[in-house]
């Protein structure tokens, strides 16, 4: 596809992150430095402001509004949970002809990487010149071919963070902790609280996620283990376990089954995921505790939107390479007039490297902590996640220290 003259168009779906405006400015500044580009405007909530022509044209941004907003989280132009069908796409194809979009740059993930598949194969029948780019980010970090999506590294040390303060709290008052993490399908999210474990009596202790068949039996007699050697223990556990399959083997999550127990039928969105936030599962799992084991000091936390676009943990890795897909989409689309998806590949020791993909192979799939990540036992994570995540979390990622000095030898005179 030789260069196309026209407008480009930027938007951003699903969950915001602390470091997605950085892909946003990525691609805003470059696109603007190519003279094929007559504008380059930004979609409010999404393909809901594509349809709605509802714009405003980032061309005439300052570079210093656009660095402070790089630095800024959530999703600048707003997001949306939007699932594009035939008829959407329709309107979306109706509007792009009307203004002569000839660029479109959609941030976000699995469900994004899909309107983007969507949006390109419907430009493919419609025979009109588009060049379509997905550009990832998620803090659930499921993207396949990726070695880690924009967004992930960020959010994880939020949770590693917090998990080092709650250690650092149960060391000073001992009881039981349960801290319910974002993770659907996988549990990439839940498994970075493993990065707060320095010393061998550190929490988290025991860390649960999807990919493994979690059983309320087994998690507590992990937990009346745990306890019983070091007086306090720290649970980190994805939302999207599940227990237990469906009359057709489908698996269910815990939530789902609480919450349907509890006489709650479960919310879908757009996309038919099930909503699995609230604080259903975190207080069930510590009623679970107090009744079964007899602790009376226990407590539950549901992180909820809390990680995802928390200002004060950004990694500057993450930073540094959500900027540089937002950068890489434009190169493809507007020097090279390709279609796809941006992904992130890891070289030697740390360093990264961008790619191009097919978005078929990317779209609505999700990729799933490998068993090498996983403990035998399934409440654990091994040194080589740790390794793979450590440098995501930045340079200056908080050392939390103890006191090491010795007990006063008292000596009656």
């Not at 570079?63 to 035939?86: C, F, I, M, W, Y």
């Not at 699995?110 to 379509?132: K, M, P, Q, W």
């Not at 040194?383 to 979390?393: D, M, S, T």
């Amino acid at each position: 596809m030789s260069h196309l003259t026209g407008k480009v168009v930027i938007a951003q779906g699903g969950g915001p992150t602390a470091v997605i405006n950085q892909s946003l400015v990525g691609a805003v500044l470059e696109s603007r430095k190519f003279p094929q580009v007559s504008q380059v405007w930004g979609a409010r909530h999404g393909v809901r402001g594509i349809v709605a022509e509802d714009f405003i044209d980032l061309s005439e941004a300052t570079r210093h509004n656009l660095e402070q907003v790089a630095r800024t989280p959530s999703s600048a132009l707003g997001s949306t949970r939007d699932k594009p069908d035939a008829e959407y796409c329709q309107r979306i194809f109706s509007v792009f002809r009307k203004h002569e979009v000839r660029y479109f740059f959609y941030i976000g993930g699995n469900d994004s990487s899909d309107t983007v598949r969507i949006v390109s194969e419907h430009a493919d029948r419609e025979g009109y010149e588009l060049c379509a780019v997905h550009i990832p980010k998620t803090v659930d970090n499921d993207l396949p071919i990726n070695d880690h999506c924009p967004g992930y590294p960020s959010a994880a040390r939020f949770v590693a963070s917090a998990f080092g303060g709650i250690n650092a709290d149960l060391m000073a008052l001992p009881g039981v902790y349960i801290g319910v993490v974002m993770g659907r399908h996988a549990g990439w999210l839940t498994a970075a609280a493993a990065l707060a474990h320095r010393h061998e009596d550190d929490g988290p202790h025991l860390i649960y996620v999807p990919e493994r068949v979690f059983s309320i039996d087994r998690y507590l007699a992990d937990i009346d283990r745990i306890y019983q050697r070091y007086g306090r223990c720290i649970v980190a556990i994805s939302e999207g376990v599940w227990a237990s399959r469906d009359e057709k083997g489908k698996e269910i999550p815990l939530a789902v089954d609480l919450m349907r127990k509890a006489g709650h039928q479960p919310e879908t969105d757009a996309h038919g995921n099930i909503q699995l936030s609230g604080g259903v599962l975190a207080d069930e799992l510590a009623e679970s505790v107090q009744k079964g084991l007899g602790i009376k000091r226990v407590r539950a936390d549901t992180f909820g939107y809390l990680q995802r676009s928390f200002p004060g943990v950004v990694s500057n890795v993450d930073a540094r390479e959500a900027y540089e897909v937002g950068e890489k989409a434009v190169h493809y689309a507007c020097g090279r007039g390709l279609s796809g998806s941006v992904v992130i590949k890891r070289v030697g020791a740390y360093a990264v490297k961008y790619d191009l993909a097919d978005v078929r192979d990317v779209a609505a799939r999700t990729r799933h902590m490998p068993d090498e990540f996983l403990n035998a036992e399934g409440n654990g994570v091994t040194e080589a996640f740790r390794a793979y995540l450590r440098p995501l979390l930045g340079d200056d990622f908080p050392h939390l220290e103890r006191l090491w000095a010795p007990a006063v030898t008292l000596t009656d005179d």
